[in-house]
C-alpha cells in the first residue's frame, strides 16, 4: 500500500478532462473515440460532469494535465478559459479562439489574413454606433453592400455562427425566391420560399453564391496532419437530407488535393483547433472554404474514431511524456496503399455518356415586330447601353415594366389627343400592352423585349406597312413571348431523365428497389462525373432542370435544381444559335424554298429534284401529299379563317366564355394568337409568307394536343396539311442539298463538335475529381470507375444541324457498312424532330485490349425521335433497336456491356441477368407495330424470331393484363428509353422486364392512361398525365466504332470548313481572352489546368498555360487538341 501511496515517476498517468455539454460529451463519436484513447497504456480519462461544469466555482473541478473542451449551446466558455488560466493544462482546442470561431466576421477575417481562397463577400452590420457600416441598396437582382454588388443567386448569412438561417436568393431568370437553410429537422434542412427580398433587421455577411454541382464537402482535421473529407448532398439543392436504412444522413468520404489537404492545414493551426470541422465548396477547379465550426468529430466511421483517437493519443504523449519521465516514442508507420481496381473479364466499362437533347412540350412561340421612335424608347435604349453594340435586349422585370410604362403612356396621349405626334401604331401598342400585362406578374423566362437600332429606318419590306415611310432614325422593337415550358414539357423531361439511369450499369444496396439505382449509386459515390449544359432560353433550362431532376432522383422546385445543377452554355454559340446572324448559305436557301413554294401548279420532277436531293422518303412522301403548295396554303388558309370564326363564337357564347385552356390560357388569348398568324400567313399581294408555316404547324399541334376537349372542328385536316408543309420547310432551312446541310451545320454547332470530341478524349480522371476514397469504399466493388456524363440541351437548330453532319460528313461508307445504310434509312423516314429528341454518344473501353490499340475504346451512337406526335403511329419509322449486336459479333455472346456486377455486395439483392437472345443469322427482321413506348423484349428462341418479339408490356390499350397495369409505372417507363427489335439485344440497360415483373409491387402507380389526342391508334402517354404523349425509345445508329474513326470524323468535320474554322476560332479566342463565360449565374471565374492524355502521349505540355473553366469541378484532365489550338472548353 504504501509503494501505491508514493508512485514512482514512470507510473504517473496523464489525465485527459473532457469539458463539456453532456449532449457532447456522451455522444457516439465522444465514446468510441474515449474507449480508444483509454487504450493508451499512459492515458486516463476524466469527464467533467454538467451540473459541476455549470454550478461549481473552477476551483472545485477535476484535475488533468490535458483538456479537450469546447463551446456549444448553454456551455460557459468564461469559465473554461479561467480554469485554463488557473490549472495550466495542455489545450487540444485553444479556449479563446473559441470566441472568434462564434462570429462570422471573425472567421473570415481570420480565413483572409491566412491567404486561405473564400468566396467574395461583404459584411452588413446593423450597429447604431457605426451607420457607415450599413448601406444596403436592394435592387430586383442585385444587393450593394457598402459599395460591393452581388448579382443573384447570392448567400445571406447572419454573422452569428449559432444562428443557421442561412438564406440563397435566387435571380428572376431562374424563377426568383430564395432558399431558406436550417438546422436539421427530421429529414428537412431547408425549404423554398416565393419571398425575394433580403432581410431588414440584423447582421448579415453577404456573399457570391459557388455552383457546386449540389454537393458539400465537409473537412475534419485532428492536427494540422489528419483530415477526413466527406461529401453530403448540398441542403440548398432540394433540401431533402438523404438518409440511410439507420436514419443517418448519407455522406461519403471523398478524397482531398494536395492544395485541399493545405488548406485543412492552415485552418486548423489559424484557429488553434486540434480537433476542426470546416466546409469546403469545390467551384470552377478552387476549393473555398465558407463556414468553421470548431471542434467537431465525423460520424458513423470506425476509420475516423480508430484514426482520431491515436492522433491524439499520440500528440498528448509527445508533448507530456518528456514531463512525467514516460519512456515513449512515436510508432512508425507504412502508408496506406490506395486500391486500384481493374475491370476483369471481356466487360467493357462505361466511360462516358453525352447526349444532346431538344427542349420539351412549349406554348406556342409568338413575337411581334413594331418601328418605335418615340424620344422615350431612345431613352430606354440608351439607358440600358444600347447604343454601344446597336442592340439591346429586355428580359428583367424592371426593363419589362418600363417598356410597358412608355405602352400605358402613349396609349392614353393617343385617347387625349387623337391628332397628337404618336407614330408608334395603337393596335400594336394595345399588344404590346396586352403581351406585358399578361399573367400580372413578370418574370424573366416568359417574354422579353429586342431593340435594334435603324440608322434610316425600317426598309418598306413587308406590305404590311403604311405606305408613308418616315426618314431619320427609329428602332425596331421586337416583342416576344410564349415559348414556355408546359407542365407536360416537365414531365416529359423529369420522366426521360428517370429513364436515362437505366444506360448506367450496375446498382446494389440502398438503390436497389427501384430502377437506374446503378446511375444514383455511382452518382452518390462520386464516381459520376455529370455536367449539364444549357442555351439560355427558359424553356431549355427547365427542361434540363426538369431532367436533371429525374436523372438523379432530386425533389422539390426547379429553380433551386437550376441554379445549381445547369451551366448556362452561351459561350459563343456552343448551345445558343443568334437567328438574327443567319449564314448566307441560309439566307439563299431560304429564298429558293420561299420560290418552289410559291407555285400555283403541281411539283414537277424538276421540283422534287431542287427540293428533295437526298430524296429523303419522308420529304417525297410530303412533297406528294401536298401536290401544289400554293393551293394547300389556300386550304390551310380557309381553315385557320374557320377556327378563327369558330373561336369567336365560343366567345359570344356566355356558357363558354370564361373557359380555362391549357396552362391558364384564356379564349381570348388563343383568337389573338390565331387571329395574328391569319393576318400574317397571307400578305396583301395576297401571296402566303412561307416563313409562318413552322408558326402555324406549332400552334395547331399544341391545341391538338392540349385543347381537344373544345371540339373544334376541321382541327385534324388543319394540322396534316400543315404538318406536310412543315416536314417540307422545316428541315430544308437547313439545307436542301448534301453540301448547304454540311455547310449550315457547321455554322451552327462548330463549338459543340469541338466540345464533343474533347469529351470524347478525356476519359482519365485525375486527382482533382470528387473520387470515393478506396479504404472507405466497402460496399463498392470498384471505386475507381469514373462515368463521365455530359448533358446539352439546346433547341431545334442545334440538334438538327448536329445529325446533318453525322449524316452528311462522311463518318462511315453507307455502301460498304449494312449498319449505317440501315440506319440513314431510319434517319430519312424520321419526318420531324420532336420536343426531347436525343442523340446520344456512348463510350465504352475495353480493359482488356492494349492501351494503344484501336480497340480499346468503343463508341456508339443512338437516338430518338423524341415525342410522339399527334396522328397515329402507323407510318412511325422503325430502327435497329437500342444496341443491337453487330454484324461480326453475332455469332458470339454479346457483350455483355457494362452491367457492373456487384451480386458480392448484396447477393439477396442481385439483378437477374437473362441470357442473351439467340438468333439466327439470316432471321428476317420483323417488329411489331410500336403501340406504346413501354416495350420490353422477351427472351425468344429462335424458332419464335421470325415472328418478331413475342412478349410486349401494354401490347394494346384494350388488353392489359392486371399484371402490365400494375407495372406500368416506373419500371416500364425506364423500358421506354430503349428500342427492342428482334435483333439480339447487348444489355447495356438492366434487363428491364425482370425489374418490372420484381419491382411493380414497390410501385404501383395509376396505369397509363392514352393521350386525350385525335388519334385512333392510341398514343400512350406518361402516367397520371393524360395529355402527356411518351418518347420514342432510342434507337442504335451504329454500335460498333471505334474512338480514332470518331475522332478523325469530328476532327475532319471541324476542320472542312476554313471560313468557318476561322470564325469559330476568333470565337473561341475571344471567348477566352473574357474569363467571364461562367457556369449559369457566377459573374466571376477562376482559372484551372490539367493534364495527361488519353489518345497518344504528348510530346511537349499538353495545356502550354492555364485556361479558364466553365465548370464547377475541374472534372480529369484533356487530351491533346485538334493542332494549332492550345486552349479547351474545360470539359
Known amino acids: 500500500m504504501e509503494l501505491e501511496d508514493k508512485p514512482s515517476p514512470p507510473e504517473r498517468q496523464i489525465v485527459v478532462g473532457i469539458c463539456a455539454m453532456t449532449k457532447k460529451s456522451k455522444s457516439k463519436p465522444m465514446t468510441q473515440i474515449l474507449e ?366 418600363e417598356v410597358l410604362d412608355i405602352a400605358r403612356l402613349l396609349l392614353l396621349e393617343l385617347l387625349q389627343h387623337n391628332d397628337c405626334e404618336i407614330e408608334e401604331k395603337k393596335s400594336k401598342l394595345e399588344q404590346l400592352k396586352a403581351v406585358l400585362e399578361m399573367y400580372g406578374h413578370f418574370s424573366g423566362i416568359n417574354r422579353k423585349v429586342q431593340l435594334t437600332y435603324l440608322r434610316n429606318g425600317q426598309p418598306k419590306a413587308s406590305s404590311e406597312e403604311e405606305d408613308s415611310k418616315k426618314d431619320g432614325p427609329s428602332l425596331l422593337l421586337v416583342l416576344k413571348w410564349g415559348g414556355e415550358l408546359t407542365p407536360a414539357g416537365r414531365v416529359q423531361a423529369e420522366e426521360l431523365g428517370r429513364a436515362f439511369r437505366c444506360m448506367y450499369p450496375g446498382g446494389q444496396g440502398d438503390y436497389a428497389g427501384f430502377p437506374g439505382c446503378g446511375l444514383l449509386r455511382l452518382h452518390s459515390t462520386y464516381r459520376h462525373d455529370l455536367k449539364i449544359y444549357a442555351s439560355d432560353e427558359g424553356r431549355v433550362q427547365m427542361t434540363a432542370a426538369a431532367f436533371a431532376k429525374g436523372l438523379l432522383a432530386l425533389e422539390g422546385e426547379l429553380t433551386p435544381i437550376l441554379v445549381q445543377m445547369v451551366k448556362s452554355a452561351n459561350m459563343n454559340g456552343l448551345l445558343d444559335s443568334d437567328s438574327d446572324s443567319l449564314t448566307d448559305c441560309q439566307q439563299k436557301v431560304k429564298a429558293r424554298l420561299h420560290e418552289i413554294m410559291q407555285k400555283e401548279e403541281d411539283f414537277t420532277e424538276e421540283d422534287f429534284q431542287k427540293l428533295a436531293p437526298t430524296c429523303s422518303p419522308s420529304l417525297v412522301n410530303s412533297m406528294e401529299m401536298i401536290e401544289n403548295p400554293v393551293r394547300t396554303c389556300d386550304k390551310v388558309y380557309a381553315l385557320i379563317q374557320s377556327l378563327t370564326s369558330q373561336i369567336r363564337r365560343r366567345l359570344e357564347d356566355p356558357k363558354s366564355a370564361d373557359l380555362q385552356l391549357y396552362h391558364s390560357e384564356t379564349l381570348e388569348l388563343m383568337l389573338q394568337r390565331w387571329s395574328k398568324l391569319e393576318r400574317d400567313f397571307r400578305m396583301k399581294s395576297g401571296r402566303y409568307d412561307i416563313s409562318k408555316i413552322p408558326d402555324i404547324y406549332d400552334c395547331i399541334k399544341y391545341d391538338s394536343q392540349h385543347n381537344a376537349s373544345l371540339g373544334l372542328h376541321h382541327t385534324l385536316e388543319l394540322f396534316r396539311l400543315s404538318r406536310a408543309l412543315a416536314d417540307i420547310v422545316i428541315p430544308q432551312e437547313y439545307g436542301v442539298s448534301q453540301e448547304e446541310k454540311l455547310d449550315i451545320a457547321q455554322a451552327y454547332c462548330l463549338p459543340l463538335m469541338k466540345k464533343i470530341q474533347l469529351d470524347l478524349q478525356r476519359t482519365h480522371e485525375d486527382e482533382a475529381v470528387n473520387k470515393l476514397h478506396p479504404l472507405y469504399s466497402r460496399g463498392v466493388m470498384s471505386p475507381g470507375r469514373h462515368v463521365r456524363t455530359r448533358l446539352y440541351f439546346t433547341s431545334e437548330s442545334h440538334v438538327h444541324s448536329l445529325l446533318n453532319v453525322f449524316r452528311y460528313g462522311g463518318l462511315l461508307d453507307e455502301a460498304t457498312d449494312w449498319q449505317w445504310r440501315q440506319a440513314m434509312d431510319y434517319l430519312s423516314a424520321v419526318s420531324e424532330l420532336n420536343y426531347m429528341t436525343q442523340i446520344v454518344i456512348m463510350l465504352y473501353e475495353d480493359n482488356d485490349k492494349e492501351p494503344t490499340s484501336e480497340e480499346r475504346f468503343h463508341v456508339e451512337l443512338h437516338f430518338s425521335p423524341g415525342v410522339k406526335g399527334c396522328e397515329d403511329e402507323e407510318n412511325a419509322p422503325l430502327g435497329s433497336g437500342f444496341r443491337p449486336a453487330s454484324s461480326e459479333n453475332q455469332d458470339k455472346k454479346p457483350n455483355q456491356g457494362s452491367l457492373e456486377d456487384l451480386s458480392q455486395d448484396q447477393p439477396d439483392q442481385a439483378l437477374p441477368v437473362s441470357e442473351p437472345i439467340s438468333i439466327h443469322r439470316r432471321s428476317p427482321m420483323v417488329r411489331s407495330r410500336k403501340t406504346g413506348s413501354m416495350e420490353v423484349l422477351s427472351e425468344t428462341s429462335p424458332t419464335q424470331t421470325s415472328r418478331g418479339p413475342t412478349h410486349r ?103 472542312s470548313s476554313s471560313e468557318a474554322h476561322a470564325k469559330t476560332m476568333r470565337a473561341l479566342s475571344s471567348l477566352f481572352d473574357s474569363q467571364s463565360q461562367s457556369s449559369l449565374y457566377c459573374p466571376q471565374e477562376a482559372l484551372s489546368s490539367s493534364s495527361s492524355s488519353s489518345l497518344q502521349p504528348p510530346s511537349q505540355p499538353l495545356w502550354h498555360g492555364s485556361f479558364p473553366s466553365s465548370t464547377v469541378s475541374s472534372a480529369g484532365p484533356s487530351s491533346p487538341l485538334t493542332e494549332g489550338m492550345n486552349f479547351s472548353f474545360s470539359e
Open 36 to 401: 480508444r484513447l483509454c487504450r493508451f497504456d499512459y492515458i486516463e480519462v476524466v469527464v467533467f460532469p454538467e451540473e459541476v461544469i455549470l454550478e461549481e466555482p473552477v476551483e472545485k473541478w477535476p484535475l488533468c494535465d490535458c483538456l479537450i473542451s469546447f463551446h456549444s449551446k448553454g456551455f460557459p466558455l468564461d469559465k473554461a478559459v479561467e480554469y485554463a488560466k488557473l490549472r495550466n493544462p495542455l489545450l487540444i482546442n485553444d479556449l479563446n479562439m473559441q470566441y472568434f470561431i462564434q462570429d462570422r466576421r471573425e472567421v473570415y477575417r481570420i480565413l483572409q489574413e491566412e491567404g486561405i481562397e473564400l468566396p467574395r463577400y461583404a459584411v452588413l452590420n446593423r450597429d447604431p454606433d457605426h451607420p457607415e457600416e450599413c448601406n444596403l441598396v436592394e435592387a430586383e437582382d442585385h444587393v450593394e453592400v457598402n459599395g460591393e454588388v452581388f448579382h443573384k443567386p447570392f448567400v445571406e448569412k447572419p454573422v452569428c455562427a449559432e444562428d443557421h438561417n442561412v438564406y440563397i436568393y435566387y435571380p428572376t431568370s431562374a424563377g426568383g425566391g430564395s432558399q431558406r437553410l436550417f438546422r436539421k429537422i427530421g429529414s428537412r434542412s431547408s425549404v423554398y420560399s416565393p419571398e425575394s427580398t433580403v432581410r431588414k433587421t440584423g447582421s448579415y455577411i453577404y456573399e457570391e453564391f459557388m455552383p457546386t454541382d449540389g454537393t458539400d464537402v465537409k473537412v475534419y482535421t485532428v492536427g494540422p496532419d489528419y483530415a477526413h473529407a466527406e461529401a453530403r448532398k448540398s441542403p440548398a439543392l432540394d433540401g431533402k437530407v438523404e438518409r440511410d436504412s439507420e436514419g443517418k444522413e448519407i455522406r461519403y468520404p471523398v478524397m482531398l488535393t494536395s492544395m485541399e489537404k493545405l488548406v485543412a492545414r492552415k485552418v486548423c493551426m489559424a484557429f488553434k483547433q486540434t480537433v476542426c470541422g470546416f466546409d469546403l465548396l469545390r467551384a470552377n477547379g478552387h476549393s473555398f472554404v465558407c463556414d468553421v465550426n470548431g471542434f467537431s468529430f465525423v460520424k458513423n466511421s470506425m476509420k475516423y474514431y480508430d484514426d482520431c483517437a491515436k492522433v491524439l493519443g499520440n500528440m498528448v504523449m509527445r508533448e507530456l511524456a518528456p514531463h512525467f519521465h514516460i519512456p515513449w516514442s512515436i510508432p512508425m508507420e507504412a502508408e496506406d496503399i490506395p486500391i486500384v481496381p481493374t475491370t476483369s473479364g471481356s466487360m467493357m466499362e462505361l466511360r462516358c455518356v453525352i447526349a444532346i437533347i431538344r427542349h420539351g412540350d412549349r406554348t406556342p412561340k409568338q413575337k411581334m415586330k413594331m418601328e418605335v421612335r418615340h424620344p422615350r424608347f431612345f431613352e430606354l435604349f440608351e439607358k440600358y447601353g444600347g447604343y454601344k453594340s446597336g442592340k439591346l435586349k429586355l428580359k428583367k422585370p424592371k426593363q419589362l415594366q
Open 953 to 1055: 408490356l401494354l401490347h394494346s390499350c384494350s388488353r392489359q393484363s392486371p399484371e402490365c397495369k400494375a407495372a406500368s409505372g416506373l419500371g416500364s417507363l425506364c423500358s421506354g428509353l430503349f428500342s427492342a427489335s428482334a435483333f439480339g439485344v447487348s444489355y447495356s440497360a438492366p434487363n428491364l422486364r425482370d425489374y418490372v415483373r420484381t419491382h411493380h409491387l414497390h410501385h404501383r402507380k395509376p396505369p397509363l392512361s392514352p393521350g386525350s389526342l385525335p388519334s385512333q391508334g392510341g398514343v400512350f402517354g406518361f402516367e397520371g398525365c393524360s395529355m402527356v404523349p411518351s418518347i420514342y425509345p432510342l434507337e442504335t445508329l451504329h454500335n460498333s466504332l471505334s474512338l480514332k474513326q470518331v475522332d478523325q470524323f469530328l476532327h475532319k468535320v471541324c476542320e
